[in-house]
């Protein structure tokens, strides 16, 4: 027999969120393995492409990576030769972060595995439960 503090708990929109959250997260994980990538190293990747030339330091801020995180995860992109990082000519203090050519690629393949996993996320619903729960959630988050 199910505890009923538990079956209680099973109910609050917060507790499910964060059961659909952390489903969310394993399967785009799962998907971005294919290419190789983590899901900071996916987020970065999204972040440059969308404000690049972008500083270091307003990356961090924009993707919400400790600093020090960040450092680490720009070097295992520029390793893999997906970003590259030069100083700023108006700041030598500041370096500013661009795709390169692989890395608008791989972007491009991550944002397709994306779109799957989170097609496999909402597949029990219809088309029109899929647009209501994207709005529901907007203005949960949003709305604030």
């Known amino acids: 027999m ?3 503090a538990l079956r209680r708990l099973q109910t609050l929109p ?14 785009v994980a799962d998907h971005l393995a294919e290419a190789e990538l983590r899901l900071p190293h996916h987020a970065v990747l999204c972040a440059v492409a969308e404000y690049q030339p972008v500083a270091q330091a307003e990356l961090a801020r924009t993707v919400k990576i400790d600093p020090k995180d960040m450092v680490t ?15 700023d000519p108006k700041d030598a203090r500041r370096n500013l ?16 595995l994306g779109e799957q996993a989170n097609a496999e996320l909402v597949a029990p619903l219809s088309p029109a439960e899929r647009e209501q729960l994207n709005e529901l959630l907007r203005r949960v988050i949003v709305d604030r």
């Open 2 to 4: 199910t505890d009923p």
């Open 14 to 27: 917060s507790w499910l969120l964060g059961r659909a959250a952390a489903l969310g997260h394993r399967l």
């Open 73 to 87: 995860v720009l070097n295992d992109l520029q390793a893999r030769d997906l970003v590259t990082r030069t100083r």
């Open 97 to 112: 972060i661009t795709l390169s050519p692989a890395g608008c690629e791989l972007l491009h393949r991550t944002e397709a």
